[in-house]
């Protein structure tokens, strides 16, 4: 399970570099087209003194491409915006960037996505490191805009499951929409659901969701 946009609890060392990566995005501001998802790849320092090669798939999406990075550059990937999750999208829209088996090497991940008025970026950890079981949600208010996704205060969390039948756990410190299997659940309530390897969901509050609660097993 990997969870954008959080505090991992639990976790023995955290480094950016690996061979294995999950990812999603989502829409910055609600109702606004053109947005683009990007992904820049670059090798580890030193990792290898050849080009790695890796793939980027969305399977459920009909989605897969290989690239190559060599070191010292960094290659540019964009997504198609169909990939963006949302509140009504299908669960089916997680992204694996994997580096190729006969190549060997790590990688560093950055996810970007921006439209004509908002952009946002974040560093994308490995799966090694990115998987915890338990996760504590953290964020910081924002101020309202038209068209914006989130109001002032509110909060947006993406899960993306990296093996098959992961059963997830729930507690939104705030009252909170999440879309499978009904969307509304109160602050402190408990909400369960199984994703599969690659999807993902959407909980989206229009308060300050820190500290909600996310498990998985």
Do not use: C, W
């Not at 990566?21 to 580890?44: D, E, G």
């Not at 509140?87 to 921006?114: C, F, H, Q, R, Y």
């Amino acid at each position: 399970l990997i969870v954008l946009s959080l505090f991992i609890l639990e976790t023995e060392s955290i480094t950016s570099s690996g061979r294995e990566f999950y990812v999603a995005f989502f829409r910055n501001r609600l109702f606004k087209k053109n947005l683009l998802l990007s992904l820049f790849v670059a090798q580890a320092n030193h990792s290898s003194r050849s080009p790695i090669e890796f793939s980027v798939e969305a399977p459920e999406m009909r989605y897969r491409k290989t690239f190559t990075v060599s070191n010292g550059t960094y290659t540019h990937v964009q997504l198609p915006e169909r990939l963006a999750v949302s509140l009504t999208s299908p669960l089916n829209k997680g992204i694996l960037v994997k580096a190729m088996d006969e190549t060997p090497g790590e990688l560093v991940v950055v996810a970007a996505n921006e439209d004509e008025a908002s952009s946002d970026s974040f560093l994308v950890l490995p799966k090694v490191v990115s998987l915890s079981g338990v996760y504590e949600y953290v964020a910081f208010s924002t101020k309202k805009s038209a068209n914006s996704l989130i109001n002032e205060g509110s909060s947006v969390i993406v899960i993306v499951a990296t093996e098959d039948n992961t059963k997830i756990t729930v507690i939104p410190s705030k009252q909170a929409f999440i879309p499978i299997p009904r969307p509304l659940v109160g602050a402190g309530d408990t909400r369960k659901f199984t994703l599969d390897r690659l999807d993902s969901t959407m909980i989206r509050s229009d308060f300050d969701l820190s500290g909600s609660y996310i498990k998985s097993d």
